[in-house]
């Protein structure tokens, strides 16, 4: 199969452009100089003012319109294509286009409609955008890989090539989603920036001087300029939660075990100390429970061996309700706040961000008190040897299929070649100190029933997501503030906050990196190219969670009038 592969990438790259309608080509595409922000009124110029409406309503209204019979499903799905595909052309978000096959499941959903006057599902007629891992039938996945073009995960003859669905495909389809296209990702799936031969580089459409995050960057930038409502992508060290946090969207990174992975392709597919999760990605709060409580309500427990049997858990939301709507001192909600975790300090819009949640939640009346964790720098260092468990030998074994050139954002982690391998007994030795780690941070974390006041151990930790607003190209170099949680297979919300301000953000005068990787984040700030850029932080629950921690992050957004 080693080629031209250049050749192919450019021919697979022309044939994405080539699938959007020629009325929906755009004459020029700005340059970041002319046109660095191309969200809210740059975009709408090219979208009549139904496409407007219908775009720019999110996923819960989506669904409540088209269960009213205000909106078709077709309507809806040709509108997205539309915006979607605009998206593309401005970023650079889209692996995969199947417009008409949306088109026609749209109008087999309204027919349904019309005949029973009743919705199939809850996700009836929402446009629902996936990360190019899940295999979709007679859509090629690639995953940002030359060598997999025209195979099965790099292989030509499998009988599955244009045939096998990924689980979560099989339940959308059932609850009525619309699906139309598959967004990009970073060749390995292992990087904070999403870059790949095929499409080139996924740009930020907040600031097209910074990247869209990784490796769900084509979901974060297609929900970012409302091309899509919400969408799927996945979490092995912040693959969720980052595009999240640099396009301004809520998304969530379940524990494992919580909603189903079966059928995705994956990298180091089999490494089963920290497991990649898959979770959605939405403009509001309320789009990313949808999608969540959706995919519970077809019990994926009973087709994903790997799922725990945990329908959606309306008691433990609305326990969080019930105390914030309570006057009484029981009404008070308790959190941490993590600064810093000794190794970089997150640059300053980031560290605004913290100080905001704190000082909201505070003025609400909830207790606020530092974390002061075990040590991070040792949950990473066992947290980041699981990536090179194999040595990097199945990621280099992609690579080879075409002989492409690795990005040098990949190649600065996994090198120009596979290296030894971990033997087994390494492996469990790891195994054995993460455990050992997770029961002293458990114990960390119980131990703060002693400071706040109600005797119960704190809810959540308000904590950085990254140290940058959005990284620039080729400088995400830091990935400790994502990763932990990973580590510990904690539940994760990111919630957008405000946005990086010039005049504002700035280092103090006097300030001294803690170290080299501090002074790589320190040296990468730049006040002017960054003004504007989105800015957000996460709330860390403890492992299943993820109704508590997504019923805070909807009410932080409250207070912070998002």
Known sequence: MVGDWESRAKAKREAILDSIPEKWRLQKIPSPEEQKDVTGSYIQQFLNDKEIAITETDAVGIAEKVAAGEWSAVDVTEAFCHRASLAHQLVNCLHETFFDAAV????????????????????????????????????????????WIGTFEGKPDDPRKGTHESEMVRELRALGAVLYCKTSVPHTLMSGETVNNIIGYTWNPKNRYLCSGGSSGGEGALIGLKGSPGGFGTDIGGSIRIPAAFNGLYGIRPTSGRLPYEGMANSMDG?????????????????????????????????????????WRDAQEQAILDILKSTSDKGQLS????????????????????????????????????????????????????????????????????????????????????????????????????????????????????????????????????????????????????????????????????????????????????????????????????????????????????????????????????
Do not use: C
């Open 335 to 562: 959190f941490a706040v993590l600064k810093s975790d000794g190794i970089v300090t997150p640059q300053p819009p980031v560290a605004r961000a913290v100080s905001m949640v704190a000082e909201a939640l505070s003025k609400a009346g909830h207790k606020i008190i530092e974390w002061k964790p075990p040590s991070h720098k040792t949950l990473l260092d066992l947290t980041f040897k699981t990536w090179a468990y194999d040595g990097g030998k199945d990621i280099h074994d992609s690579f080879a299929l075409s002989g492409e050139d690795i990005s040098p954002q990949v190649k600065s982690i996994y090198g120009d070649k596979a290296r030894e391998q971990f033997t087994a007994a390494q492996i469990a030795a790891n195994n054995v100190d993460l455990r050992r780690f997770r029961k002293e941070y458990m114990e960390y974390w119980n131990s703060t029933a002693q400071e706040t006041g109600n005797g119960q151990p704190v809810d959540g930790i308000i904590s950085p997501l990254a140290p940058y607003p959005a990284a620039r190209r080729k400088l995400y170099k830091y990935y400790g503030y994502s990763a932990w949680v990973n580590g510990l297979d904690y539940t994760s919300v990111v919630l957008p906050v405000t946005a990086s301000d010039k005049t504002v953000d700035k280092y103090e005068a006097e300030y001294t990196p803690i170290g080299d990787l501090d002074k790589d984040v320190f040296d990468a700030y730049d006040a002017d190219l960054y003004d504007g850029a989105h800015v957000s932080v996460q709330i860390v629950g403890r492992r299943y969670t993820e109704e508590k921690t997504l019923a805070i992050a909807e009410y932080i957004g409250q207070l912070l009038g998002k």
């Open 271 to 311: 490494q089963n100390t920290v497991l990649s999760v898959v979770g959605p990605l939405a403009t509001t709060a309320r789009g990313v429970r949808l999608l969540t409580k959706a995919i519970l309500s077809e019990k994926p427990w009973l087709y994903d061996p790997g799922v725990v049997e945990m329908p």
């Open 104 to 147: 026609a499941s749209a109008k087999d959903l309204d027919e349904y409609y019309a005949k029973k006057k009743k919705t199939i599902g809850p996700l009836h007629g929402v446009p629902v955008s996936l990360k190019d891992q899940f295999h979709v039938k007679d859509v090629e996945t690639t995953m940002g890989y030359v060598g």
